[in-house]
């Protein structure tokens, strides 16, 4: 979620985290409607869902929800809290869950 961060009516003010949270609720919001329009095509086996991030952190940002935990700096840095990102990965038939 970028800066500015802002989130539609029904998802304003929805969070204890804020802006962040709010956005971060939209987000999860929108890509569950994603998972539900191929469940609902019965496309699942055949499509590979991948949900990643670009990078880390903007350090500038850390008062605003952003943050590497314990990896070390943040976007704009070859350090680890800067390059490694999440990503979760969903294949049914192909990728185990939880692996």
Known sequence: VHMPQFSGADFYLSSPRGQIGDAISELDWAVGQVLQAI???????????????????????????????????????????????????????TIKPGT
């Open 39 to 93: 469940k609902d095509a019965n496309a699942q086996e055949n499509t590979i869902v991948w949900f990643s991030s670009d990078n880390g952190p903007a350090m500038e940002f850390h008062q605003h929800g952003g943050s590497a935990g314990l990896l070390r700096c943040a976007k704009g840095t070859t350090f680890d809290g800067g390059i490694r990102v999440p990503s979760i990965v969903t294949w049914p038939g």
